[in-house]
């Protein structure tokens, strides 16, 4: 995403926290991953993925290390490792703490926003989700100085239409925790944008007018639902890691309390949507999408899904 991990550049690149066995090689991690999802109608699958996880670690690396000493704040061992693929505002490594590898994420991000990051990611491992956890400062903080360190998540992303149903059971799980979760400090959600114009990466007066009308017609459809929070980006597989005894969530960096609806498009339908409110809820996502990632390839493809008013 611009200001996120990868879900707003087209390709979205899986999150540098779904670190497997062999996520020291992000571009082996990227082919291993996007081979098998080519399979599931991910664009350019390894052509495009793996060039593009490839630079964007080269880019890292080459990056100049401001920011990166509150490291220290984790202990005197504290230490950056290898980069790895992330997005624009982010910069994002393996890391090692109290002599364990693990993630740290630098970026921009207010404290308000963190702090309901990382207390939401401690509320959800409480009532037995599996998802990064917020390794705290040896002072007890969970980040500083912008920047976050979190345990690393192992598994394989979603392969068969069973897993993905796996995957909808674990979101409809997500959302009856969070029922009555304020809202991320900043956001807006898709009904809030009828009326409002900007809310943190939206900026909705930069779409042209017709491209607005038609988002806000899609969202309009979602007027009047329950909200929750929404995971943001679960369709991505690179933000699922599984095993054979459990499904694990990863890159928060889009969630925000929305309707649950927008949570639901999964491939082969594996929420099990009917026809009408599978409509809905593609739309209404489809809307989101472009607008929170505009005005890249990515934005103007999925703008040009949802159906003029």
Known sequence: MRQGYGACDGLRAPLAESLVTNARDPAAFGRAMFERGENR???????IIVPRMRAMSENAAKMPPVGWEALGQWGDEAARVEPLAGGVANDVWIVRVNA???VG????R???DLRWE???LQHLDRAGLTVPLPIPTTDGRLFADSLVVMTYVQGDPPETEADWRLVADTLRHLHRLTQGWPQRPGWRSSTDLLHAETGT????GAMPPEGVDRCRAAWARLTGRRTCVVHGDPSNPGNVRMTSDR?????????????????LVL??????????AHDIAAQASAAWEAAVCWDDDYAVKRLAEVRAV
């Open 110 to 112: 207010s404290d308000a």
């Open 105 to 108: 994420r630098l970026g921009s």
């Open 247 to 263: 499904v694990a969530l990863i890159d928060w960096d889009e969630a925000h309390v929305d309707v649950p609806d927008l949570d």
């Open 100 to 102: 364990d590898l693990a």
């Open 201 to 204: 990466k939206i900026d909705l």
């Open 267 to 276: 491939p082969h339908n594996a929420a099990g949507l009917d026809d009408g």
């Open 118 to 120: 990382t207390e939401l």
């Open 41 to 47: 109608g991910h664009p350019g699958g390894p052509n």
